[in-house]
């Protein structure tokens, strides 16, 4: 167990995450949902991670088996997400490989709320979700979330402010641009995200920290010259590909 | 039934039903095709509108039953979105909700024909197609295009010019940009904010009217700063998040 | 059999590849992955080609029949994919329609590469890879990469430089830009670019080279505005759009 970061600490394991990403890449096999896909593999590719995508039963092994980390996306959940999920869930729990779970709308489904509180026991790195869908999981499985061994090992809750808990320590920040919540997947996207941090941070906090702060400083940078939700969303991926640790660590507010 | 409008009032109709989207938001769950899920979700944010876009059967219920509205689009169809579809229709019509209709290239393929006869069954708010489409399908089952109970309450058929039937009464709209032509998903996007529109406007030629002027005036207002059609893209969602009622009524050629 | 072109000669064929593709249109039904499909559709249309990209079984046949090339690419793929491609490459051998093959990542499923070795007995025009991808299939079936009747009729492997092998003779161009490998499916895109300028070229090297050509002359000219990944895909599809053949012939590096 890593022991608790200061502030000062976070941010700069953080930034170490963002630049050892950057140095050595990262490949994410992404299982998530078909309106987010081609956005999440730009922005991934932008942070200097490589994507995978592929939904097929047949081919979770290897991919998931190469990957240096998982990304379980519950958005557009069918049949053949739920058996790939699934196999790729049991997979990363048995060889210890990180994994971000992201129930999307889960709140709005019983089929998802279900199949999430089913993947927490899978242990994911980390579980990230808004406030409406955390309150879901923790009503259908009490304490499930964040715990050693039946749930997830770090909790993120996105939001105005974004709060990370993680061995009983909670860590808030407040970055970010109202053009997020106007392009579609963007959160999906940082979910994908943080999946390539958790593969490369030193701790858990530190990761979704990193995942956190680039995305929402980058959308700070790109609402400056956007004229639009369009035209911030292709500045997005251009301010990601371009912000440094240094100026990520500046610039975050930690609340 | 709503009496037919003048031209004046359809126009101030319209510009009443994007503010009202605008200030009150509308869930829009789009059954749609794989290519145009990410630039459909786009825009619908753009407008003002919130999106959803699963096609699995287990979640068609509560995505169609806390929607405003509904947007069935043939295109890429596949079993699992035609059942989707097929409940999604029945549920529509079962408790009134305003849907639309794209029956997308159902010209070239029997099955896509057949299945749209089929969804005409349920009565959709609005039938949105191009000519050779609306051909297709009056060829298939003559007279059921617009009728009371057996079809569409409203037909829109796009081209150079744009026309809105409903009642009886024909309008005609000429706002649009060639370069929407190379946008993949334009059309397709435009039916998805029709639903929206639908779930805002106090008539269905007003809804119609609505959405067709919102993104036909906002291409020629993005062709102005566009370099070629991938900066028209952003632009085009740039200008529909911009776009003001006034400068929408102002703008209408009315043919 | 064509004879082998001179360097020169090869340039001339591909800028009127191009020429024509733009003044007479091509439809070209792409089987392709999931993450590609909109920016694929987008290259195409930008290209001047009509673009389709249905997988359901029972539309294969309509849709393979009408188009003038077809792609098949393997990522993402499903049994639902996998059947159409089948039908899809046995209706092109059947009435010598010309079909590009992608087998993305196949050196990294076994599914993928024994499914391409399959694919390769219907013969197609142009197979479209990269080196790990022609080894892998190599290594699975010696020889049957480029000849008469149990394989491609012609190679295309991409990378720093990209060769064109077809009847013994190998042409090698270097232009692009490193920003491609930055935008997803934009290796996919070039690929249902190819079979587009397969339905327009006198010969499937020129069909190759305009393509191979026409998006990395076009990423050239893209990365000299754009301040990033994001504003270079829109301004990638800008310049697709803008490029003529003159300018393709003159900025061609032959290696």
Redesign the interface.
Known sequence: MSQAHTSRELLNAAGRAMARLRSRGARVHCLT???????T??VL??AGAT??????R??IA??TN?ADAVLINL??????RMAAMKAAGELCEETGKPFVLDPV?CH?????RDFAVRLLQHAPAILRSNAAEAQAIEEAAPGARVSAGTGAACQVVTGEQDSIVHDGVKYQLANGHPWL?????AGCAQGALMAATSAAAESLPAAAAAALLWMNVAAENAAR???????F??????????LEPAELIERAKLA
């Open positions: 949902n078909a309106v987010a896909q081609p956005f593999a730009n590719l932008a994507p995978s995508m592929t939904v097929a047949e081919e290897s991919f190469r958005g557009t959940l069918d049949p053949p709308m709005l489904s019983s089929l998802r919540s106007k392009v579609t997947a010259t956007a004229q639009g939700p369009g035209s969303q292709a500045a997005l991926v251009d301010c990601i590909y371009d």
